[in-house]
């Protein structure tokens, strides 16, 4: 119902419950119907009157249709100030306007630097790059850079020709910090400065001083030493049989040369064997040096068979077919005329880098690194042993790789 309807209706209903009242005024309402009601106790609906035309509701021209949803604007609302501005969880309006970016630097700036501010696992032999925003005045600026564990006088400058990149290069490769377990090893971090006294050629101040950080690499360094087993570490001669005296099966040394068995100069070959565990998945720069001392000899080894020859191979069992098996690599000398006496090395990188991908270390995480030893020529034929001796526990595997 409308509300002119509504107000009509009412007004008829205060008409007829006041038309006995005024029946006797015949003037003023002589032709208002008397409501009665019916049976039920009910009045009747009054009919509509006739209204005049300058009371009927003017029809609107643009009729009003109800805002669709996000179509409100708050043009109606009874207070000034439209729609309030929505609040943001913290409690602070948002008014929409985007964040302006920050003033752009007065006077020179650092534009790059390199590594990276931050970076971790940096090779030692870097050098800081900074690259500037303008020509800069190289000795104010060098005299700006400031470092404790990098200082000047440990550090050369370079700049390119516009001297708007200077490069820190460090008389000496970076240390890395160094130790057995990789858990306890701490990455070493190198902190420099530049301070605002830097100025551009044209005599302009930095509007701030820069500061910037990276850390190296780490260093896990440990030592293996030989297997001593018999069966893994030790020697064997051309006639099949293990050897005697100080190289006997039961000894605790390997020889390497030739001897006189019966009338007859027999070979023999040294073997070593490491036990190796699985490197971490980041291991970089993998390195490894096999050493051992010559801590004597019979005969004259290097002036009747030639330089000691050393060769990576692999065997189950110290026996004939280890002495004749073809080997995996031929890794050079490790030593020649004069080394009796003193301790031997040869770099065997590769081998433990093939060792480390074998099949079982890849399968059980554990593997053996193996090596053979054998003179050039295999006997002089002068009737008398020639060989070295080298003691177990001398022979070592030095295992160094980098970490992040």
């Known amino acids: 119902m409308t509300r002119y309807s509504f107000l009509l209706a009412s007004s008829w209903l205060v008409f007829g419950l006041c038309a006995s ?25 009054m009919p509509s009157p006739d209204l005049p035309d300058d009371l009927e509701p003017a029809p609107s021209e643009d009729p ?12 109606d609302l009874p207070f000034e100030g439209g729609i309030p501005a929505p609040v943001l969880p913290d409690g602070e309006p948002d008014d929409g306007a985007e964040e302006q970016p920050p003033p752009a630097p007065q006077g020179p700036f650092i534009v790059d630097v390199a590594p990276p501010d931050g970076a971790v696992g940096v090779s030692a032999d870097s050098t800081i ?34 001297s708007t990149e200077l490069t820190v290069v460090p ?4 240390a890395y910090d160094v130790g057995e377990e990789p858990e306890l090893v ?81 070979q023999y070959k040294g ?6 565990s699985e490197l971490p998945e980041s291991a970089s720069s993998v390195s490894a040096v096999l050493g051992l001392e010559i801590s004597s000899t019979s005969g004259n080894p290097f002036a009747g068979l030639g330089g000691l020859l050393l060769e990576h191979t692999s065997f189950d069992a110290i026996d004939l077919d280890a002495f004749g098996a073809d080997s995996v690599s031929e890794l050079g000398l490790i030593a020649d005329d004069g080394a009796t006496g003193t301790r031997v090395s040869a770099d065997v990188s590769e081998a433990v880098l093939s060792d480390l991908s074998s099949d079982e270390m890849l399968t059980s995480g554990e593997g053996l690194s193996q090596y053979r030893l054998r003179f050039e020529d295999e006997t002089d034929n002068d009737a008398q042993s020639d060989a070295i001796v080298s003691a177990w526990d001398t022979q070592t595997l030095d295992v160094t790789y980098l970490l992040p």
Request: aromatic share 10%; charged share 20%; with cysteine.
């Open 21 to 45: 009242a005024c029946s006797n005024n015949g003037t003023l309402f002589e032709d208002v119907p008397v409501l009665t009601s019916d049976d039920d106790g009910e009045l009747p609906m």
């Open 64 to 75: 009003v249709e109800p805002p669709g949803e996000g179509e409100f604007d708050g043009a």
């Open 129 to 162: 790059t900074l690259t500037f925003s303008e020509a800069m005045d190289q000795s104010a600026t060098e005299a700006a850079y400031q470092s404790e564990n990098l200082p000047s006088s440990a550090v050369t400058f370079e700049w390119n020709e516009d």
């Open 171 to 174: 008389l000496e490769p970076l």
């Open 186 to 266: 701490q990455a070493r971090r190198i902190n420099y400065f530049v301070s605002a006294s830097a100025t551009s050629a044209a005599g302009s101040r930095m509007s701030q001083p820069y500061e910037f950080s990276f850390s190296l690499l780490r260093q896990v360094a440990f030592t293996l030493f030989a297997l001593q087993d018999r069966e893994l570490s030790g020697n064997f001669r051309s006639n099949d049989t293990y050897g005697a005296g100080v190289c006997a099966e039961n000894a605790i040394n390997m020889c390497v040369g030739d001897v006189r068995v019966n009338g007859q100069s027999e």
């Open 271 to 276: 073997f070593i064997s490491f036990e190796l």
